[in-house]
């Protein structure tokens, strides 16, 4: 398994699809502060009317897709490959709100296509980030990741 996932053509693909990933990422936290209204009701299926909820949409959903575009693709292009983590881990966390949406308010069908891609998005990110570490061409872990592991 390490010798398949650390392969030079496994580790470019999942670069590529990271790429991927952090320009969709990148997009929609633009498209968010440009056009929240558009956003929210064609990708989002939120209804927003008042000023305080497009504020809301620009700050929060529009802020958290920039942010983990702008750490997907600094992992991408950087050989810093642990910034990876920081959209993995926000992507885990909205799938998490997602999961206790779904065991406490009622089913929407809608939230499944986004959960499974978020999924998806989350699996890309994890296997770019395994690939590298397991490549000939990783960079020594950074510190703090030695002082919290230990």
Same mark, same amino acid.
């Given at each position: 398994? +390490?010798?398949?996932?650390? !392969?030079?053509?496994?580790?470019?693909?999942?670069?590529?699809?990271?790429? &991927? *990933?952090g320009l969709i990422?990148?997009? &929609?936290?633009?498209?968010? %502060?440009?056009?929240?209204?558009?956003?929210?009701?064609?990708?989002?299926?939120?209804?927003?009317?008042?000023?305080?909820?497009? $504020?809301?949409?620009?700050?929060?959903?529009?802020? %958290? /897709?920039?942010?983990?575009?702008?750490?997907?693709?600094?992992?991408?292009?950087?050989?810093?490959?642990? /910034?990876?983590?920081?959209?993995?881990?926000?992507?885990? %966390? *909205?799938?998490?709100?997602?999961?206790?949406?779904?065991? *406490?308010?009622?089913?929407?069908?809608?939230?499944?296509?986004?959960?499974?891609?978020?999924?998806? /998005?989350?699996?890309?990110?994890?296997?770019?980030?395994? $690939? !590298?570490?397991?490549? $000939?061409? $990783?960079?020594?872990?950074?510190?703090?990741?030695?002082? *919290? +592991?230990?």
């Amino acid at each position: 398994m +390490k010798r398949l996932l650390g !392969h030079r053509a496994v580790v470019v693909g999942t670069r590529v699809l990271a790429g &991927i *990933v952090g320009l969709i990422l990148l997009g &929609i936290g633009l498209a968010t %502060l440009i056009m929240p209204e558009v956003v929210s009701t064609y990708l989002l299926s939120l209804s927003t009317t008042s000023g305080a909820g497009i $504020s809301s949409l620009r700050g929060n959903i529009g802020a %958290l /897709f920039l942010g983990m575009g702008v750490f997907t693709l600094l992992g991408v292009f950087l050989r810093q490959r642990w /910034f990876l983590l920081v959209p993995i881990v926000l992507l885990g %966390l *909205v799938v998490l709100g997602r999961l206790v949406s779904i065991a *406490v308010d009622d089913f929407a069908a809608a939230t499944t296509a986004a959960l499974a891609i978020e999924l998806l /998005f989350i699996l890309v990110l994890s296997l770019a980030l395994v $690939s !590298h570490a397991l490549s $000939s061409e $990783s960079e020594p872990r950074p510190h703090a990741v030695g002082a *919290v +592991k230990s």
